[in-house]
């Protein structure tokens, strides 16, 4: 069997859907979470925070049990740290100084879209046929919904939005690549190297772009909080968890749920604009996940 498709020991189903959960429900939030944060913290001094406390915990904790870093662990973390957290996570944070947290949302649904197109591009998984290229189209033009002037219109968004696909882009690289750079054991240090990779190139760039703190908020306390226990701490947890154990696409579902999450509440608390073309994508955007994920389980 494909590396790529490779599963370990079939784990509970206790487990299972509490990691489902985790990143389908928790990531959902972090959307708004960030919006809060970055009020009065800047966006990569946010994002390098809330991964290195993220990552110190989960390390302590590796140690504690008994696992020990390897050479291709640290290899891994370094590379998914770069991929996952320093570019994904650092245009995503910094984009949200001008992107609504709903479409910042919607335009990272597009994930599975992507993994499938680069899995055989890498030769790592089939190539798009039939139903897979009918969400992979559907995809493209749900993403092109929110370049509309009702949502792309405010000063800055436009690059943001591009800044968001660049994130989507390299987070699913990482995707692709985790299963096959990353031991197939220690669990927690697969999720704790990276998080501490990541949160050192990520404190390093705010240290060169001259970010620095002023009055912080109380909303953009409880944001980078939340991130820090529930964003990156229980979710990433869970999300390597899950990449060591189900493919790729299957794991990348949670882009279902947490646009519709990250729209809701970003209308409900933050005042975000719902408009037409914001519905439409959001549907569209559904749609494609589902027609990819039929056809590469067809595959």
């Known amino acids: 069997m494909n590396e790529a498709v490779r599963v370990s020991a079939r784990p509970s189903r206790i487990e299972t859907i509490a990691a489902f959960l985790a990143i389908y429900l928790i990531w959902g939030s972090t959307f708004l979470a960030i919006r809060f944060a970055i009020q009065s913290i800047p966006p990569l001094l946010t994002a390098g925070t809330r991964h290195l406390v993220a990552g110190a915990l989960l390390l302590a904790?590796?140690?504690?049990?008994?696992?020990?870093?390897?050479?291709?662990?640290?290899?891994?973390?370094?590379?998914?740290?770069?991929?996952?957290?320093?570019?994904?996570?650092?245009?995503?944070?910094?984009?949200?100084?001008?992107?609504?947290?709903?479409?910042?949302?919607?335009?990272?649904?597009?994930?599975?879209?992507?993994?499938?197109?680069?899995?055989?591009?890498?030769?790592l998984g089939p190539p798009p046929r039939g139903i897979?290229?009918?969400?992979?189209?559907?995809?493209?033009?749900?993403v092109g919904l929110l370049f509309h002037p009702d949502v792309s219109a405010e000063p800055g968004a436009l690059v943001g939005l591009?800044?968001?696909?660049?994130?989507?882009?390299?987070?699913?690289?990482?995707?692709?690549?985790?299963?096959?750079?990353?031991?197939a054991n220690g669990s927690t240090l697969?999720?704790?190297?990276?998080?501490?990779?990541?949160?050192?190139?990520?404190l390093i760039g705010s240290l060169a772009r001259g970010e620095q703190v002023g009055q912080v908020t109380t909303p953009s306390l409880v944001g980078l909080l939340f991130l820090i226990f529930f964003g990156s701490l229980i979710a990433f947890s869970a999300y390597a968890w899950?990449?060591?154990?189900?493919e790729p696409t299957l794991v990348a579902t949670h882009t279902y749920v947490n646009p519709i999450v990250a729209v809701l509440l970003g209308w409900a608390f933050a005042g975000e604009k719902l408009t037409v073309s914001i519905a439409l994508s959001m549907a569209l955007a559904i749609l494609a996940i589902w027609l990819v994920n039929r056809g590469q389980s067809r595959a």
Do not use: D
């Not at 984009?95 to 709903?102: F, H, I, Q, Y």
């Not at 697969?190 to 501490?196: D, R, V, Y």
């Open 242 to 246: 899950l990449l060591k154990h189900f």
């Open 61 to 123: 904790w590796a140690l504690w049990k008994g696992e020990r870093p390897t050479r291709q662990g640290l290899r891994a973390g370094l590379i998914l740290g770069f991929l996952f957290f320093f570019v994904s996570h650092g245009l995503l944070h910094w984009a949200e100084l001008n992107v609504p947290s709903g479409v910042a949302a919607l335009v990272i649904a597009i994930e599975p879209a992507i993994v499938a197109l680069l899995l055989p591009l890498l030769r």
């Open 190 to 202: 697969n999720a704790a190297l990276p998080l501490l990779c990541g949160a050192v190139m990520l």
């Open 132 to 142: 897979t290229w009918a969400g992979l189209a559907l995809g493209a033009v749900s």
């Open 162 to 183: 591009v800044a968001v696909l660049i994130s989507a882009i390299s987070w699913s690289l990482g995707i692709v690549y985790a299963r096959k750079i990353q031991p």
